[in-house]
């Protein structure tokens, strides 16, 4: 079976600080992809990032990134410079052959 | 402009009542979901249509029956409705399944209150 989970229900920040949000997931796949999402209080759902399974390089999006330790099956993700409007649930995904599982979320709050 | 776009934002009904929710994605992706996200925050998917083709079809309800007329829309028909189907149901799409290198993009979300 396949299992994401996020171990931080909640996290805060101060705003222009660094906080990273933990991810592991289990999988018998060989071939999979990885992503976090973002649900701010509008209720969207936003990609954030993305990580493809067979890559080594972690990803980057401006202030955002990822520490991808496959053997650990361990995916955090990486704010930097946190901004008030990162202020939201973030979600990993993991996503394998017709298999797509959400963690539970951890709500982020940065404050000012 | 709006990539996937659901109808209703809001439903309020009665218990027992039959209701639709409507999704439409204008991105051209071959693939569309129904995911279920309850109070908790936490996001299930429900189902999952390629070209029309259902691939996906989680534990669900018989009372929950998606409908795909053509690959750019994917309707969510709930008969019976029950107090436990309160929550916001979101549609997505992604430009291929199978292995899902794709992002998904998502709708606004449609919240059900049942009454």
């Known amino acids: 079976a396949q299992t994401v989970t996020q171990s931080q229900p909640e996290m805060s920040v101060q705003e222009a600080e660094t906080v990273t949000l933990s991810c592991t997931y289990d999988t018998s796949e060989n071939n999979y992809y990885l992503f976090w999402y973002k649900q701010p209080p509008s209720r969207q759902m936003i990609l954030v990032i993305r990580q493809e399974a067979y890559k080594q390089q972690n990803a980057t999006e401006n202030r955002f990134s990822v520490n991808f330790q496959k053997a650990a099956k361990s995916f955090s993700l990486k704010i930097s410079d946190s901004q008030l409007g990162d202020t939201a649930m973030y979600f990993c995904?993991?996503?394998?052959?017709?298999?797509?599982?959400f963690g539970t979320g951890t709500r982020l709050k940065v404050l000012a | 402009d709006t990539a996937v776009s659901q109808t209703p934002k809001y439903l309020v009904t009665q218990m027992g009542n039959d209701k639709s929710i409507k999704c439409e994605q204008n991105?051209?992706?071959?693939?569309m979901y129904w995911y279920k996200q309850d109070s908790k925050k936490f996001l299930k998917i429900m189902f999952s249509?390629?070209?029309?083709?259902?691939?996906i079809n989680e534990t669900v309800p018989n009372r929950f029956s998606p409908k795909s007329p053509d690959k750019a829309h994917l309707n969510l028909h709930i008969n019976s409705l029950e107090l436990g189907d309160s929550a916001v149901y979101f549609c997505a799409s992604s430009a291929r399944s199978g292995i899902s290198n794709q992002p998904q993009h998502f709708g606004d979300g449609t919240r059900l209150s049942i009454l």
């Open positions: 249509y390629n070209n029309k083709e259902l691939i």
């Open positions: 995904e993991a996503a394998g052959t017709y298999k797509y599982i």
């Open positions: 991105l051209g992706h071959d693939t």
